[in-house]
Structures are given as C-alpha cells and as structure tokens.
C-alpha cells in the first residue's frame, strides 16, 4: 500500500536524524500520506525560503517556530496567525526567531514553517496512544479548557467502527457544541469520524508511534469537512 510506504519513510528519514520527535510539518506529512486532512506546510530556513513558501501556498499564511526544542509553539512566540504580504512575512521571520532564541537560548532551530490559513472554526483534538495491554487508543475532546480544565475526553480502542467514533463524538459534555447551539448549524461530524478512524489505524499500522496528538483540528459546518491545524508524532525509543 502505498501510504504504509510513505509513513515508513518518513519515520526512517527521522530515525536517521536521530530524532524520535516529528516535528508539526513532519507529523502533518504523515497525516497528509494517511489521508488526514492537514493544511499545506513548507519549512522555510531563512526569510528568503518563507517569501518564496507564501507566494506558492497564497495569502494570507500562517508562520511557526519549527525547532524539536520547543514543543508549545505560541508560548514562545511562535505562532504568527493571517500574514497577508511579503513584508509581514520578512517581519514576522525574524521576529519569531528573536523571540525563540529569547525564550530557550539554546534551543536547536531549524527555521520556520510557512502553512495556509484557515479560517477559525470549532476546534477538536484527537490523540492517539498505545496502551500496553489493549494496543491503540484514540482519544477525542473539545480543543482548549474542555480538555485542559474538564478532562472532558472520550476513548475507544482501534480499530473504530463508524458507530464507534460517533459514540465517541457524542459521549462528550461538550458535544452541544458541535451538535449546534442556538441556530448555530451541526459541525461536520462525519468528517470527524474519518479523522477518528484513520488515526485508529495509523496507530495499530505502525505501533512504534506511541504518541499522536493533533490539536487543534478546525472542524467547519456539515459538508464542509474538518483540517488538522497542529500535530506531533512521538516514535519509541528504540527502533
Ligand atoms: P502550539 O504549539 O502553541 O499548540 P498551534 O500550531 O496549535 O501551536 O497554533 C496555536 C493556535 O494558532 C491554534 O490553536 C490555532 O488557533 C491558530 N492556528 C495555528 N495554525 C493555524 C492555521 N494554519 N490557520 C489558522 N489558525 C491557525
Ligand atoms: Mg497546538
């Protein structure tokens, strides 16, 4: 199969780095090999690189710090959200390195990502984890406090059936959210349930990823599918 060949590859091509840490652009192009949607990204090494990356993906575009040494991006000033010109990307270049080197001076950077916008929409996260007894987990919750302050998460073990990852959807407090409140239409749900599937089978495919955690994904209004905005892989110790 053609994916399984992709992902292989690129976990080898990590290996090799000697890393066991995707970072976000490595995970999304193992998401984007799975058939998760994911936005477009391209890592940019200088200002020259990120120039040339927004021109090819259009306007507005989205930068972050790409370094294995900063995993939580914006609490580093690494998140620069609807850059809309070539000067505001220059800019924005050097403003998210100074404020790296500010936060972790000795923090490895490889430069910066350059991604697509998307416009803001209800935000879920999926995990994947591989219990020691049962083998792959997917986790789903809402995107901030739901899952940070309430705990407010649903799990199942791989593979999920259809029926499966809608319980899942369904079983959370927060779920009103997505189902729509006060006039405000269904989020797409279905394509909520495929990411949940796809991410079951990555994880029982390849079990030396012990740890994918995509968060946030924007989910849009029904029939309008739902993109992968931040990932990260986690690989096993040992090969
Ligand atoms: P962190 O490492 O801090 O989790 P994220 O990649 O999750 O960084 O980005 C932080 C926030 O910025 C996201 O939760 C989202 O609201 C916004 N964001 C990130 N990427 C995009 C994008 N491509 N389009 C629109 N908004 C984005
Ligand atoms: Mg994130």
């Known amino acids: 199969m053609a994916a399984r060949k992709k992902v292989v590859e690129i976990l080898s091509s990590i290996r090799e780095m000697g890393r066991r840490e995707l970072l976000e652009h490595e995970s999304k192009q193992v998401l984007a090999a799975w058939d998760i949607p994911t936005t477009r990204v391209e890592l940019a090494r200088d200002a020259a690189e990120a120039v040339k990356a927004a021109r090819e993906l259009k306007y507005p575009v989205v930068m972050k710090i ?6 939580h991006k914006s609490d580093a000033g690494g998140v620069r959200v ?9 800019e924005a270049f050097e403003e998210i390195m100074d404020s790296a080197r500010e936060y972790k001076p000795k923090a490895k950077i490889l430069g910066v990502t ?9 935000e879920v996260i999926v995990g994947t984890v591989q219990d020691p ?4 987990t997917v986790m789903f919750g809402l995107g901030g406090v739901w899952v940070e302050v309430l705990k407010d998460v649903s799990f199942r073990l791989a593979p ?11 079983e959370i407090k927060g779920y009103p959210i997505l189902a729509g409140i006060r006039g405000e239409l269904e989020a797409d749900i279905d394509a909520i349930v495929d990411i949940l ?4 089978q990555l994880a029982q495919e390849f079990p030396e990823i012990v740890e994918m955690d995509i968060n946030p994904i924007f989910v849009f209004d029904r029939g309008k599918g739902a993109t992968a905005i931040d990932a990260r892989i986690i690989l096993k110790e040992e090969a």
């Open 160 to 170: 999920l059936t259809v029926v499966d990852a809608k319980e899942m959807i369904s």
């Open 133 to 136: 007894t049962f083998g792959a």
């Open 197 to 200: 599937q796809k991410a079951g």
């Open 114 to 122: 350059v991604q697509e916008y998307m416009h803001r929409a209800r």
């Open 82 to 90: 609807g850059l809309s010109s070539e000067l505001e990307v220059r």
């Open 66 to 71: 790409a370094s294995p040494d900063i995993i």
